[in-house]
């Protein structure tokens, strides 16, 4: 059986900023605050006319460009997100409109900030069972519009965007390892509970997290699966170029950093200028450093993240 490898990668942020001095005037909180206790600075917020789809069609946009592939070749369109279009249908179908690809096969996969390490595995399986030669895979969020903005403990810490990547079968070495995990007993640590109900609202709309328990449980769960990952693909720590963590929390990322033995400057971070982006932060990572020439072709890179559910997951690949 060959690989799937990373033939692109894309991302998009929408234009609008928000800094940690404007949220300031908003709620009682402070930049020194905020920057300190998760090393967020801004986050970008989507326009109001805009869905997570559209969003989601640049980063694709940008990522089959970088693939060098025409769009046609693509067989199989998998969008983690959280924030969908709407109830149904999927954000991947209506992806998959925008793009023009009629027959395509496509779904959504939810598992909040995890979703993209969750989608990442996904398509590798399709691709290595032979049931797909081309997938685009995407993770895509308007994480502003689940947040009550009168909530410091909350709003300060997520951001919009969308990142992309489109994987191919390959004889060569990509995707050496993926690894998922679950436990639904956590989910009341992190959950926006609301469902729809006779055409009413029920439950809370808004995004709730328990801070300092999802922290411990993410520093903890994060180091496990890197190392497992790691260990069953038979892969040295040493042997890790990039380390390309979910962005949720700086202190989080150094902890596992920390781990796996890796010295920050090996860390792709992005969060002091985009938060917390959910299912769209490891690939807005991935493309940050892939377009700035510090992860190349050839070298070893850990993908990880958790989120919701609780569900994480981390993949292994050489790039
Ligand atoms: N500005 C100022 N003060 C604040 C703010 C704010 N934005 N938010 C909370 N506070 C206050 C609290 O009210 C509390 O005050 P009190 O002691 O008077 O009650 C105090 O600061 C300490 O609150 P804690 O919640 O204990 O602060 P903590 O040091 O744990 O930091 C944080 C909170 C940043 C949320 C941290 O727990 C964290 O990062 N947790 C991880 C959660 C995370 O990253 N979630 C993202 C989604 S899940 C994921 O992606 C893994």
């Known amino acids: 059986m060959g690989y799937s490898r990373i033939l692109g990668t894309g ?32 986050r970008h917020i989507a326009d109001e006319q805009h869905k997570t789809s559209d969003l989601a069609l640049r980063a694709a946009e940008a990522a089959i460009a970088s693939a060098g592939i025409d769009k046609d070749e693509i067989d199989l369109i ?30 959504d996969v939810q598992a909040v900030c995890a979703g993209f390490i969750y989608a990442l595995s996904t398509a590798n399986a399709y691709i290595k069972s032979g049931m797909a030669k081309k997938a685009l895979v995407v993770g895509a969020e308007i994480m502003s519009r689940v947040l009550d903005w009168d909530d410091r403990r909350t709003c300060v810490l997520f951001g919009d965007g969308a990142g992309a990547v489109v994987l191919g079968a390959s004889d060569e070495p990509g995707i050496l390892h993926a690894k998922l995990a679950a ?12 469902q729809i109900s006779g055409g009413k609202i029920q439950g809370m709309p808004y995004l709730h997290m328990d801070g300092p328990a999802v922290f411990k449980f993410a520093v903890k769960s994060l180091s496990e699966i890197a ?12 042997a890790v170029d990039w380390l390309v963590p979910h962005q949720a929390n700086l202190r989080i990322i150094e902890s596992t950093a920390k781990h796996l033995g890796l010295s920050m400057d090996k860390v792709i971070v992005t969060l002091p200028e985009q938060g917390n982006t959910s299912a769209a932060s490891i690939p807005l990572a991935l493309d940050v450093a892939v377009r700035d020439g510090r992860i ?24």
């Open 78 to 107: 998998i969008v983690a997100t959280t924030t969908p279009d709407m109830i149904f249908p999927s954000t991947a179908c209506i992806l998959q409109e925008k793009l023009g690809l009629p027959g395509v096969p496509a779904f």
């Open 296 to 319: 190349q072709r050839g070298q070893t890179v850990l993908l990880e993240g958790i989120g919701g559910g609780f569900a994480w997951g981390a993949a292994l690949l050489i790039f």
């Open 227 to 238: 190392m497992s990952t790691l260990a069953e693909a038979g892969v040295e720590k040493s």
């Open 11 to 42: 991302s998009y942020l929408p234009s609008q900023v928000l800094t940690n001095a404007q949220l300031a005037e908003r709620v009682e909180t402070s930049d020194e605050w905020i920057v300190t206790r998760t090393g967020i600075r801004a």
């Open 183 to 194: 436990d639904g007993r956590y989910q009341g640590l992190l959950n926006t509970p609301a």
